[in-house]
Antibody, heavy 120, light 110 residues
Framework: QVQLVQSGAEVKKPGASVKVSCKTS????????LHWVRQAPGQGLEWMGW????????NFAPKFHGRVTMTRDTYISTAYMELSRLRSDDTAVYYC?????????????WGQGSLVSVSS | QSALTQPASVSGSPGQSITISCTGT?????????VSWYQQHPGKAPKLIIY???NRPSGISNRFSGSKSGNTASLTISGLQPEDEADYYC??????????FGGGTHLTVL
């Protein structure tokens, strides 16, 4: 069965970076784009970007350009999202999600979420 | 690009039907068939319930249906059940290859 298992909770100080992992199983990793979506406490979902696991190509929401990096390790079927220059408003649950439609969505499988807390 | 517009909350009684709207522009909702809907219960990851405007994934009840007219997509839930109480989000592909979420709608089953 398809599974996306994310890394655990992180606590970071403002200005630091965080790297969240998303280990996939149950399907061919390179066949499906992976997206990252975040949700601040009590707020809605916010799309951050995607990575093409086959080519490594990426595309980001404009507000994250310059601060986010998405990478993958095809040998261990794992994707990574790194967010730099963290601010308090980056405190959120970060989800990875598999794309059924080659970057257009929808997101048919989701990770369990990784809480990132940013506080001095 | 702005988030898609959804009502903050809707409510209905068990057995009734409700509709949640998702309004965008011709550059997103109105321009593409790639509109999807997600259900999220507290503390859980979102769950796909409608994709490509009106298609249901395997295992999703036919009480959930989707449609689109112009720049507005809609999710209808018929025969409301207590377990339908959740947050609902629409999502659309948009120009420049980005995706947009709606602000979310909380459904209360009275």
């Amino acid at each position: 069965q398809v599974q996306l298992v994310q890394s655990g909770a992180e606590v970071k100080k403002p200005g630091a970076s965080v790297k969240v992992s998303c280990k996939t199983s149950g399907y061919t990793f390179s066949d499906f784009y992976l997206h990252w979506v975040r949700q601040a406490p009590g707020q809605g979902l916010e799309w951050m970007g995607w990575i093409n696991p086959n080519s490594g190509g990426t595309n980001f929401a404009p507000k994250f350009h310059g601060r986010v990096t998405m990478t993958r390790d095809t040998y261990i079927s794992t994707a990574y999202m790194e967010l730099s220059r963290l601010r308090s408003d980056d405190t959120a649950v970060y989800y990875c999600a598999r794309d059924l439609g080659y970057s257009y969505g929808p997101f048919d499988y989701w990770g369990q979420g990784s809480l990132v807390s940013v506080s001095s | 690009q702005s988030a898609l517009t959804q009502p903050a909350s809707v409510s209905g009684s068990p057995g009734q039907s409700i509709t949640i709207s998702c309004t965008g522009t011709s550059s997103d909702v109105g321009g593409y068939k790639y509109v999807s809907w997600y259900q999220q219960h507290p503390g859980k990851a979102p769950k796909l319930i409608i994709y490509d405007v009106s298609n249901r994934p395997s295992g999703i009840s036919n009480r959930f249906s989707g449609s689109k007219s112009g720049n507005t997509a809609s999710l209808t839930i018929s025969g409301l059940q207590p377990e339908d109480e959740a947050d609902y989000y629409c999502n659309s592909y948009s120009a420049s290859s980005i995706l947009l979420f709606g602000g979310g709608t909380h459904l209360t089953v009275l």
